[in-house]
């Protein structure tokens, strides 16, 4: 369409003159007029003169006004063009058909002039809020294409000096007159390197998981040995909360050497369980109970108990994305990419909630088959 500090060019099609001067004279002093006498010429016209408005005259030799209709919102570089039907037929079902053929108005002869100028008046400004519309939406959808590169450049590059990290501890564990302790300080550096690093590819799958087409490569997992690690990560904050953590395999206490095997991806995983654990810590309160119970089944579950409760208002909404409540710096993605981690691994996850039994969060994953 035509800059708005433009005048927009109007064609009118009919095939007696006369009827076209009676319009034209009602629209000429706002609008560039232009006219066609056939079907063909105001299709002609329509594709190449950069026309804003039709007013069509239905009743025409050879082709009226219906089929050419018909024919301009069937052809992509003419169909947007508003098209006002203007004839002497008043009867509902031409009307009907009108408005079915992609018309946008039926003005009926004898015409009045202020009618035409009103209805074309409303229907341009119509043409160019959906112009503006459009617009907008093609720049929202090349801005989040945008952020998204953006994000994989800047996910992509992280690596090179993450790299550049786990290749300063390997060369200092090199060195045989490191100390014990300072042995084990750059082995928790490197190990942090690497966890780091698969965070980064971890968010890189994020997208192919919403759109289901992440490749999932399963292998069998040791739960129990996983879940440990992450308790390690953060032992810091359970110790904060004094917390009393428990670890049952099936009805027993876990005891050195158990084990859980499921089917799944050891990273995925690890990024699943850690986010359920920090929020169930984060959620405790202080000297409360944290319950770990590992069940093999079917499926093999884990649940995840601790006595604090999920805050009323996001409890229908615990798993969707951004749902967040009570936490300053939450983003409502950690509960929302557990669940998606869990389903990507053809598990499951689910939540249960009160005031006084407090919270479970329980993941099935696939068992290993024997």
């Known amino acids: 369409m035509n800059s708005e500090t433009e005048r927009a060019k109007i064609l009118i099609v009919d095939d007696i003159p006369?009827?076209?001067?009676?319009?034209?004279?009602?629209?000429?002093?706002?609008?560039?007029?232009?006219?066609?006498?056939?079907?063909?010429?105001?299709?002609?016209?329509?594709?190449?003169?950069?026309?804003d408005l039709i007013l069509?005259?239905?009743?025409?030799?050879?082709?009226?006004?219906?089929?050419?209709?018909?024919?301009?919102?069937?052809?992509?570089?003419?169909?947007?063009?508003?098209?006002?039907?203007?004839?002497?037929?008043?009867?509902?079902?031409?009307?009907?058909?009108?408005?079915?053929?992609?018309?946008?108005?039926?003005?009926?002869?004898?015409?009045?002039?202020?009618?035409?100028?009103?209805?074309?008046?409303?229907?341009?400004?119509?043409?160019?809020?959906r112009k503006r519309l459009k617009q907008q939406n093609q720049q929202l959808l090349e801005t989040a294409k945008l952020r998204e590169d953006v994000e994989h450049i800047t996910r992509h590059d992280l690596k090179s000096p993450i790299n550049g990290i786990i290749g300063f501890t390997e060369?200092?564990?090199?060195?045989?007159?490191?100390?014990?302790?300072?042995?084990?300080?750059?082995?928790?550096?490197?190990?942090?390197?690497?966890?780091?690093?698969?965070?980064?590819?971890?968010?890189?799958?994020?997208?192919?998981?919403?759109?289901?087409?992440?490749?999932?490569?399963?292998?069998?997992?040791?739960?129990?040995?996983?879940?440990k690690g992450i308790l390690i990560d953060i032992k810091g904050q359970l110790r904060f909360k004094r917390l009393d953590l428990k670890m049952f395999l099936g009805e027993e206490p876990v005891q050195q050497g158990d084990s859980c095997y499921a089917l799944g991806e050891n990273l995925l995983s690890y990024s699943l369980f850690a986010n359920l654990l920090k929020n169930a810590v984060e959620a405790s309160p202080r000297n409360g109970p944290l319950t770990i119970r590992f069940e093999q089944a079917e499926m093999v579950t884990v649940a995840i108990?601790?006595?604090?409760?999920?805050?009323?208002?996001?409890?229908?909404?615990?798993?969707?994305?951004?749902?967040?409540?009570?936490?300053?710096?939450?983003?409502?993605?950690?509960?929302?990419?557990?669940?998606?981690i869990a389903e990507t691994q053809h598990g499951g996850i689910t939540m249960e909630t009160g005031e006084e039994s407090g919270t479970t969060i329980t993941v099935t994953l696939p068992r290993v088959e024997s």
């Open 18 to 51: 006369g009827n076209i001067k009676t319009v034209a004279s009602a629209i000429s002093d706002q609008y560039d007029v232009t006219f066609a006498t056939t079907g063909a010429a105001a299709l002609e016209a329509a594709a190449t003169r950069g026309i």
């Open 171 to 227: 060369m200092l564990l090199q060195d045989e007159t490191l100390s014990e302790d300072h042995r084990e300080s750059v082995m928790l550096m490197k190990d942090l390197g690497y966890r780091t690093i698969n965070m980064v590819n971890l968010s890189l799958g994020m997208v192919k998981m919403e759109q289901g087409t992440y490749p999932l490569e399963p292998e069998p997992m040791d739960l129990l040995a996983l879940i």
């Open 305 to 340: 108990h601790n006595m604090g409760t999920v805050p009323e208002k996001i409890r229908d909404t615990f798993f969707e994305k951004f749902a967040t409540a009570g936490k300053a710096a939450g983003t409502g993605l950690g509960t929302y990419s557990a669940k998606l």
């Open 56 to 129: 069509l005259d239905v009743v025409m030799p050879e082709m009226d006004g219906f089929e050419v209709c018909q024919r301009l919102k069937s052809d992509d570089t003419t169909s947007e063009i508003p098209v006002i039907f203007v004839t002497a037929k008043s009867e509902e079902s031409d009307e009907t058909r009108g408005f079915e053929l992609g018309g946008v108005d039926y003005i009926t002869k004898p015409i009045s002039p202020p009618i035409v100028r009103a209805r074309v008046a409303t229907h341009l400004e119509l043409f160019r809020a």
